[in-house]
Structure formats: C-alpha cells, structure tokens
C-alpha cells in the first residue's frame, strides 16, 4: 500500500451499506482533537460581574451576555457564574406577584450561582463541545494573558458551517435520518402554549421543564410565535407585564421552523441567519419537535466519540481523569467543613496536584493566590437566593 493510501486511510472511515457496498467517509475526531488556540472558533469579550453589582444593573449586563462570571474583588477569586435562569427563578418564585413593596437594596451574591468553570485555549475543541453538551450556552476561555473570553453557540455553530467539509457525512442529510442515524433528538415531546395565556405562565413552564423557549400556538395548535427565557427583556422595566396576554407581549415576529426534509447544512443557515437557539420542526402547521443548538452539537460530539471508541481513548482519559480530580476535590472540601484545621492544608495539597485549577484564578499568577482561590471556589452551592426588586415605570 503507497504512503498517499495509508494517509487516506487514517483521515476516512469505511462504512458499509446493506448492499454491501464499500462507502468512504470523513472522521472528523483528528480534526476536533485540535486544541482551541489554533482553530478558527471566534472568541468574544466578555463583561465580568463584580459580586457588588446590583441585581438590576446585574440583569441589564445578563439579558445581552445571556451568562457571566462572578468577581469578588475583596477576597479576589471567581465566585460563580450568573445566567438568565437564576434571574427567572427568583422572579417567578421570590417576588411577590404582582410585585408590591418597597425597593429593596441587594447584589448578584443573594442569588444562587453556578460553579465557577473555565477552560483555557490549549483544550480541545473536542473538549469544549463535551462541556457544551451539558446543554451550557456560553463557555468561558482564559486566553494566553490570563484574560477570560467566551465562545457562544452560535459561534460553535459557524465553525461547523466553514468546516463543514469535515463532517461531509451529516451535511446532507435531513432531520429525519439525522434522528435515525446520529440520534438528534428532534422529536422529543414538545412544550407549547395558547397565546391566550398570561406571559408568566408560560415562564413558570419553561423554568419546570428546564428549556429555553418554547412554541406559542393558537386554539387550532397551530403554531404563531416563540416565547423564550431571553424574552424577559421586555419586562425589564416593569414586571407587571407579565400578566399580559401571551399575544399582545411578543413582538410580531414569524415563528422560524423547518420541515422533516430540511437537510443540516440548511439548519446552519436558519439558525445563523436568524441569530436564534431553536427551530420548531412543523408538519401541517403544528409543531412537532423542536431542534436547538445543543442538540446538533450533542449529535456531533456523541457521534465522533462513539465512532472513534478506541482512537478517541486519549482524549476520554484526559477528560475522565478531570472528573476524577474535580470529584476528589469536592470531597476534600466536603471533609473540609468538618475540620476547619485542616482546611487549608487538604486544598492546598490537593490543588497542587491538579494543574488545572490554574484556571480558577484570572487575575493572581502565584501559587499561594491561586490555592487561595481554588479552596473557597466550590462553596458557591450553598448560596441562597436573596430578595430584590427591578426598578419600575
């Protein structure tokens, strides 16, 4: 065999049809296993939430980053990580409805934050989509200045569209035999409302079943519209609209759907088109799936892993081994609680040993900073959510 075969051998996988017949396609796994820095991911700035901010000026940063991290400066670590969700909660279930009283003074540090998490340009790409597919939105980098940015979906997304000759085997298929083959997951049971309903039951559902958005539909089922978490943005300024009528809240805008027909390389075109999250699959009219971001990139990642199971190993280790240090790591710090002595000396030694958690610490580049940091960075899980108020008009 000529050297040129064996190298085309070792880009292209061998599938065979029921024919018997030998077909040719692309594993993309090499192409993935690129770290970050030298891929052509675009990475954005990101605007940091010093944990004094208030809740509202905290919700006007949110509602345009969707996420951000959280900067203690007094004790000069990462707190945690705000996202639009927390700010739905605690409208949803702290705030008396309608909202009634007096303003009440409070910061991002009276909600509850997600654990402080960030990767940094030497990770894979193919690490990166195993983060998003935890059906996270936004991934946080710490750049080779030891500055934070931050890679969205929708710029995972156009990576996949300029190179789209990398995945040649998914491109052209339509939803129907993505979900057969690669398992997209188009057609899960799908959560919609009559837009005759009140703008915050429909919140109240999307914070139950733990989504982003959802179809409004009319008393036929037809679909007419989207409401999603992002929506929140028109009650900025007075909550008392979200009593209103589901029809008269949304901006007229067409509901954006595909078809069973509808090939992946055209979902790259409405989802970037559009700058949306999800496209509501339709048959007659009626919505009956709904495909998002995280679901192609969950197709993606799982199918690469699953058809690279032992060239993929290394990879997998890595990650694993991760996992393995960040579950010792939370041990340590449950043990810690008991014993306050030896609190310090069980982090340090264990953040030691565990390079990574470098990445917990943007702003000090000593050892004795970043031990610091990383000992307190697990203990956001028990934040509680605390009680504020939006201005009103």
């Known amino acids: 065999m000529s050297a040129t ?41 990101v605007q940091i939430l010093d944990s004094s901010v208030s809740i509202e000026d905290g919700f006007n940063v949110i509602i345009d980053q969707l996420s951000a991290p959280v900067y203690d400066s007094k004790k000069e670590k990462f707190i945690g990580i705000c996202d639009l969700k927390h700010f739905l909660s605690y409208i949803l279930y702290k705030l008396p409805f309608p909202p009634t009283g007096d303003y009440v003074e409070s910061s991002i540090t009276d909600m509850e934050l997600f654990p402080f998490t960030i990767l940094d340009k030497k990770s894979s ?39 789209a000759q990398e995945f040649s085997d998914m491109k052209n298929k339509d939803i129907i035999s993505l979900d057969r083959t690669y398992n997209l997951h188009s057609f899960s049971k799908v959560h919609s409302i009559v837009d005759t309903e009140p703008v915050f039951k429909a919140f109240q559902l999307i914070q139950k079943y733990k989504i982003y958005g959802m179809p409004i539909v009319d008393d036929k089922n037809k679909i ?50 559009n700058q949306i999250h999800r496209v509501h699959l339709v048959e007659g009219g009626k919505p009956i799936g709904i495909i998002t971001i995280t679901d192609i990139i969950s197709m993606i990642y799982n199918h690469t892993i699953s058809s690279n199971p032992d ?83």
């Open 5 to 45: 075969d064996k190298k085309s051998q070792s880009n292209y996988g061998m599938r065979k049809c029921s024919s018997e017949k030998i077909i040719t396609m692309k594993n993309p796994l090499h192409f993935l296993l690129q770290p970050i820095s030298t891929s052509t991911l675009e990475l954005k700035k």
């Open 125 to 163: 790409v193919l690490q990166l989509l195993k983060y998003f597919d935890t059906g996270v939105h936004r991934a946080f980098i710490l750049n080779e200045k030891k500055q934070i940015e931050m890679i969205t979906q929708l710029s995972i997304l156009k990576w996949f569209k300029d190179n």
């Open 224 to 273: 007419v519209g989207n409401i999603s978490i992002h929506d929140l943005k028109y009650a900025s300024s007075n909550l008392d609209k979200l009593a209103l009528p589901l029809k008269m809240y949304i901006e007229e805008r067409p509901p954006i759907t595909c078809d069973k027909s509808t090939k992946l390389s055209e979902l790259f075109n409405i989802f970037l088109n």
């Open 311 to 393: 060239n993929n190993k290394s990879s997998s280790i890595q990650i694993n081994n991760n996992k393995k240090k960040n579950k010792n790591k939370n041990n340590n710090n449950n043990n810690n609680n008991n014993n306050n002595n030896n609190n310090n000396n069980n982090n340090n030694n264990n953040n030691n040993n565990n390079n990574n958690n470098n990445n917990n610490n943007n702003n000090n580049n000593n050892n004795n900073n970043n031990n610091k940091n990383n000992n307190n960075n697990n203990n956001n899980n028990n934040n509680i959510f605390g009680r504020y108020f939006l201005k009103y008009v």
